[in-house]
């Protein structure tokens, strides 16, 4: 009886193997000993010891490896764009709020666009600061404000369903605004989709699909961000100075790249964003390179993919992607229960940043320790918490981004 259960159980093993459903890895013992690549180590071997070789040169070096090796290059060239006002309601939720939903075009053709959907709290005086996230199944979803147009019309995504996530009344009550489009409406999120969103606007003639080095679909979703921003610069109730980045999940790790990339973002916020976002990929812990690159292999650039079972080879880890953001303030939230996401190491993260903040005379996470359940840390430049319960976003987690923006801003 022993030998046939011993022998089931190996035959289960290797099936599971076999078909890539290896258990995923969640044992802090079986953590390998690592050693992350050198912050402030130039490719020339020279330390950075002052702010200005930071940004002179070891900043570029960083961002160059993350264009070239992770995310993919965003294209530089400028698209005309054009911004069309769709509704203006200066009592929308009982008077709370002046809600405005723009269409903002991609090119002087109007096939391409994103809708904007903006929440200004009544109570105080333009210009506010805003929130803006890409949100995962339409703006319609954010709220149950039956004045919110609907996009994208799909069965099952109805009104409010995801209100959970966007306590608009909270953000507004507290004096900010809060700025979300549909990230769908940028690029479609599924493999072999790039002829249906913004890569088309760039591809040469007869190109179907990115090059090796070129954008995948996170390079597009932060692109989009980008260009709500270029919207909110121009807008007179926005304080564009006071604008906050955030992102659950795979927004997550696009808000921090695109937080990287665009220096406008005043913070950046990381909500549960994990491997490819915030987490040490050499942890090896939770999801791994190659479980990103097989399951959603549109995600990345293609030079993504030989890093998969060889994250140690990676020419950087996540830390670096934080320290782009500097010296601007960031902020990383995990949840208790998403070990997949990694949550200490998405903390370390921002701990092993921290050296960059300190080149800027500002004060990082010193702690190597994660902070307990539902014990946020900040220093006013750096945030952290770990909430209980499941990958999501929740109004634990807002209010404790606006505690952070409130110290950031002086609020
Ligand atoms: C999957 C994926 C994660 C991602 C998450 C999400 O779980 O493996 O990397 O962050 O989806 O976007 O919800």
């Not at 996401?341 to 050296?355: F, I, T, V, W």
């Not at 080149?359 to 320790?369: Q, R, S, V, W």
Request: proline share 7%.
């Amino acid at each position: 009886m022993k030998t046939l259960n011993l022998l089931l159980l190996i035959i289960m093993v290797s099936a599971s193997s076999l078909f890539g459903q290896k258990k995923p890895q969640y044992d802090e013992s079986k953590v390998p000993d690592y050693t992350l690549p050198e912050l402030l180590k130039t490719s020339g071997g020279k330390t950075v010891t002052k702010k200005k070789q930071w940004e002179k040169i070891r900043r570029h070096e960083v961002l160059a490896l993350f264009t070239n090796q992770v995310y993919g290059k965003t294209p530089d060239r400028k698209i005309p764009m054009q911004f069309h006002t769709q509704s203006i309601d200066k009592e929308a939720l009982d008077g709370k709020a002046t809600r405005k939903q723009v269409r903002i075009y991609f090119g002087r053709d109007t096939s391409r666009h994103m809708d904007l959907l903006i929440y200004f709290p009544n109570q105080v005086k333009a210009p506010v600061p805003v929130f803006l996230g890409l949100n995962f199944t339409g703006n319609h979803t954010i709220h149950t404000d039956p004045g919110i147009l609907i996009c994208p019309k799909k069965a099952g995504n109805e009104r409010g369903m995801r209100v959970r996530r966007w306590p608009v009344e909270e953000i507004l009550a507290r004096g900010y605004g809060v700025a979300t489009a549909w990230y769908g409406d940028i690029q479609p999120d599924l493999p072999d989709t790039f002829k249906e969103g913004v890569h088309q606007l760039f591809f040469k003639p007869g190109q179907r699909k990115p090059a090796p080095g070129e954008w995948g679909a996170i390079g597009a979703w932060a692109w989009g961000l980008s260009r709500a921003m270029d919207y909110l610069e121009q807008d007179a109730d926005v304080n564009s100075r006071q604008v906050a980045v955030l992102g659950h999940s795979r927004l997550g790790k696009t808000s921090l790249w695109a937080g990287a990339q665009d220096t406008r973002f005043a913070i950046v916020i990381s909500n549960d964003s994990g491997e490819g976002g915030a987490a040490i990929t050499r942890r090896k812990f939770g999801e791994t390179i190659k479980d990103l690159n097989t399951r959603f292999p549109h995600w990345f650039c293609g030079n993504f993919k030989q890093y998969s079972n060889r994250e140690n080879e990676l020419p950087v880890d996540y830390h670096e992607l934080i320290a782009l953001i500097a010296p601007r303030p960031v902020y990383v939230a995990s949840a208790s229960e998403d070990l997949w996401a990694d949550p200490r190491g998405e903390y370390l993260s921002l701990y092993h940043a921290g050296p960059v903040y300190r080149l800027y005379g500002l004060e990082p996470i010193i702690d190597p320790e994660p902070p307990g359940l539902e014990k946020p840390v900040s220093t006013g430049i750096m945030g952290y918490h770990l909430r209980n319960g499941k990958h999501d976003i929740l109004l634990y987690d807002w209010s404790n981004y606006m505690d952070f923006a409130d110290k950031v801003f002086r609020k």
